[in-house]
């Protein structure tokens, strides 16, 4: 399969090379986003990720037809997870493989982010005291 | 109609569906907007505010049908 798109519970990082793996290709480029302990000097406990998860689909898939018209590409995957994720759990895994690496290197970052932009996804960062919708406020 | 609500709009308008009554329907998503936020002034604080339409992004001349299924779209977040 060309392109792997999915919204998960867990993520298995193991997966993604043999996914991405292909006899054509000798590039392979992947970025993990993953939950970082402290925003702006504040300890963060957990991150909690939902989505409206039809149109995020939707979205990915178009991000990942996009790239795929741009660069010569194997494979991609574009993986995001939801519910709760603590300090270190990866969140989203997104990847390309072509023949050389300038290609996919490109793609790798328009992958994450396009869907930084425009899918459907929301975190809410829970601190001690507080939790905070990212982005939601100038 | 009934309308979805994500992240900081389902905080907001404490639901994540609500249904607007035949007398009260907005034709577009334009008066969609302009209904929500005059019930709920918070949404004016946002970055921004999307509206999906059949799971697409729709611009404000989008006229709504009853059977589409409308969605509010506060700032994404994802990654």
Redesign the interface.
């Known amino acids: 399969m060309k392109k792997i798109i999915e919204i998960v519970d867990v993520i298995d990082t193991a997966r993604v090379y043999t996914e991405l793996s292909d006899a054509k290709s000798g590039g392979i480029c992947v970025f993990v ?1 993953a939950v970082r302990e402290f925003t702006n000097h504040e300890e963060v406990i957990a991150l909690e ?4 998860k ?3 689909l ?1 979205e990915m898939e178009k991000i990942a037809d996009a790239a795929l018209e741009k660069w010569s590409l194997n494979k991609v995957v574009m993986r ?1 997870a939801v519910g709760e994720k603590g300090v270190e759990e990866p ?2 895994v997104v990847g390309a493989s072509s023949a050389h690496r300038d290609a996919c290197f490109e793609a790798c970052r328009f992958l ?1 982010d396009t ?10 960062e829970k601190f001690k005291n507080k939790t905070v ?6 | 109609m009934n309308v979805l609500f994500f992240g900081i709009t389902k905080d907001i308008v404490g639901s994540s569906e609500i249904s607007f009554s035949d007398d009260f329907k907005p034709i577009n998503v334009a008066e969609l907007k302009k209904q929500l936020i005059s019930s709920y002034p918070e949404f004016l604080k946002l970055n921004s505010l999307a509206v999906a339409v059949n799971s697409e992004y729709a611009d404000d001349s989008v006229p709504l049908n009853g059977n589409d299924e409308i969605a509010i779209i506060p700032p994404v977040s994802g990654g």
């Open positions: 986003g990720f939902e989505t409206y039809s149109m995020a939707k995001h969140v989203v994450i869907l930084k932009e425009t899918v459907p996804i929301w975190k809410k919708w990212v982005s939601a406020h100038p």
